[in-house]
């Protein structure tokens, strides 16, 4: 373990994700401090006992206090913040963060950082369908994948960090994953779903689908319930890989709807009976 | 009550929701009997205490001891097992059944029927990805909905003992629903989600899927594990209001995807905004 307890953790932005680290990494005995915009996101994280320091302000003494920098920011105020203040890092610091979408994001902020720093991405696959500080739970964290995406500029010493931090937060797998290819399965296994989600809950005007709903609904509306400023941004971020997922669903959707308007029975059996195959695997 | 214990039930095909039936019928103490396709369904059954007697065997004996009938066989099965079998009900019989879809399957049905026995159309929104009595579980009703759809048909006593069964089964909510207005309902809140799963579930070659994926993923597809045989056979008899309902589907999915197109954050927050608000209902 090269993330050793000697290692001082600042997070940057303590919502559900940033909170959640906090509360995992306390609960294992590391020195965790953090900065968050309101006083009473500190108040209440320093009244859990998940952090063992706060503050509101951004001063190169708090900041540069930390070995190891964990971002729980939206994508475009990570960057404003790293253009601001990223004179106040200790020369060393590694920094990692919880941005779901990695590609030009991270070059961006891998061009201008400076030489002494190193920003190693990464991300659980986990979450929430409310946010803040006040629903942190470092329980989401089992049974989650960790997806770390480094690139040609980082170090084998800070990706072993980063992986190390998957396995401290209690994730249930470590991934390593090339950043391109990172956005476009992200694009698929996740902001894809959500558009399905947003699609299903918006389509239709019928009023009180709750009396007739049944589990397969609830299911698969369950993230329809969306942090809109963080998942537009997201959305866009990727539009690139995020459309062309979009069209390959379109493509299989309109596919299965000419087999049902040809009563194609056989057709729709065959796609159903590949559907039960790949789905298996996930309930291994 | 008018479903009084004195009356007698039978289920005629003892695969996952009739098998549920029996269990649950049987735990509040009614007589109850089967007849399945295959001696060991009947096997199982009598091991597990779940039916009285049952059989492998249609006879007029078997068949006219029961007030109550419930079918939870396939559409076109029950369909032709009403045209061989109907002299054997008892006079002033009532039957049920389990099936996801009415509208002109059931008109067929009532229209066939003997005038001295009455089909009550009805069904509980609930199931499995997985089928047969081995995985018959009555608890699937906690929670669920049960959904009467009568016809001009249909007596006020009827559908009394048919709700009526509805609590028996323990579901959470009963609930009478016009029957074409049911179908255009299950169009999209059942019909419609299996569509989205097994065409999320096949759209992408990628392999290995589970090593990246989140909840949501996971969420979205559970249902992508489906009896082929069946829901082919739903998809197509309900065709007209489930096609209607994926081409809604199709237009608001291609309307967000326009704005991501757009890099338009403001359309995307709002419609989020209204996904969220919509969502929250189910969750009170």
Redesign the interface.
């Known amino acids: 373990m090269n993330f050793t307890r000697e290692k001082k953790v600042l997070i940057v932005g303590l919502g559900l994700l940033g909170g959640s680290y906090a509360m995992a990494l306390t609960r294992k005995d590391y020195s965790v401090r953090a900065i968050a915009h309101r006083q009473e996101t500190i108040d209440f994280a320093l009244q859990r006992g998940i952090i063992e320091k706060g503050t509101t302000e951004v001063t190169k003494e708090f900041v540069e206090w930390a070995d190891i920098i964990v971002f729980g920011l939206y994508p475009h105020i990570f960057k404003e913040w790293i253009k601001k203040y990223q004179s106040y890092f200790k020369s060393g610091a590694i920094i990692t963060d919880v941005t779901g979408i990695k590609g030009n994001f991270v070059r961006e902020i891998q061009g201008m950082l400076r030489a002494d720093v190193e920003y190693i991405p990464a991300h659980p696959?986990?979450?929430k369908e409310v946010s803040g500080v006040e629903n942190a739970d470092d329980k989401i964290f089992a049974g989650?994948?960790y997806?770390v995406t480094p690139t040609e500029k980082n170090s084998k010493e800070a990706i072993e960090i980063c992986r190390d931090l998957g396995w401290i937060l209690g994730c249930y797998?470590v991934?390593e994953?090339d950043i391109d290819k990172h956005d476009e399965?992200?694009g698929?296994?996740?902001q894809?779903?959500?558009?399905?989600?947003?699609?299903?809950?918006?389509?239709?005007e019928?009023e009180h689908?709750?009396?007739?709903?049944?589990?397969?609904?609830?299911?698969?509306?369950?993230?329809?319930?969306?942090n809109?400023?963080m998942?537009?941004?997201l959305?866009?971020d990727n539009?690139q890989a995020?459309?062309k997922?979009?069209?390959?669903?379109?493509?299989?959707?309109?596919k299965?709807?000419e087999l049902?308007?040809n009563?194609d029975?056989e057709g729709?059996?065959e796609?159903?009976?590949?559907?039960?195959e790949?789905?298996?695997?996930?309930?291994?």
Chains 1, 2 share one sequence.
Not at 192 to 204: G, R, V, Y
Not at 249 to 254: E, G, V
Request: a positive charge; glycine letters at 2%.
């Open positions: 696959m986990c979450g989650a994948n997806l797998r991934v994953i399965v992200i698929f296994v996740s894809l779903t959500h558009c399905i989600a947003i699609t299903l809950m918006t389509c239709n019928e689908l709750e009396k007739f709903t049944g589990d397969s609904f609830r299911d698969l509306t369950r993230i329809a319930r969306i809109e400023i998942w537009s941004e959305f866009i539009k995020l459309i997922q979009m069209k390959e669903f379109s493509a299989q959707f309109n299965i709807e049902i308007e009563e029975a729709l059996k796609i159903m009976r590949r559907s039960t790949r789905r298996k695997l996930f309930d291994k």
